[in-house]
């Protein structure tokens, strides 16, 4: 990616290794346990999970995140998550 302001080239593949953990961390298939736990390595403490696809954004800490879609599982909400990346700026969740 070039940044065009400084027009310095910034390498992506440490975000692309972050961003290939997180979705490893969420999606399962059915009758596989999701690994949420394994987010909270992926974050620093003050670290946030946005999400924008809402009228209101959704903001959670990693450990909210974790919790709640923890929660989710164990109720039965969530039979199973794939989550991947269909571009470098847009992702896909199903």
Known sequence: MINHQTHTVIDTR???????????AVSFEPGQSPSYNSISAIF???GLLINNNTTTP???SADQFIQLRQAAFIRGDAAHTNVRRLSPSRR???
């Open 44 to 46: 620093i403490q003050q």
């Open 14 to 24: 440490e975000l692309d290794q972050v961003m290939a953990a997180f979705f490893q």
């Open 92 to 94: 896909h969740w199903s």
């Open 58 to 60: 959704e903001i959670w």
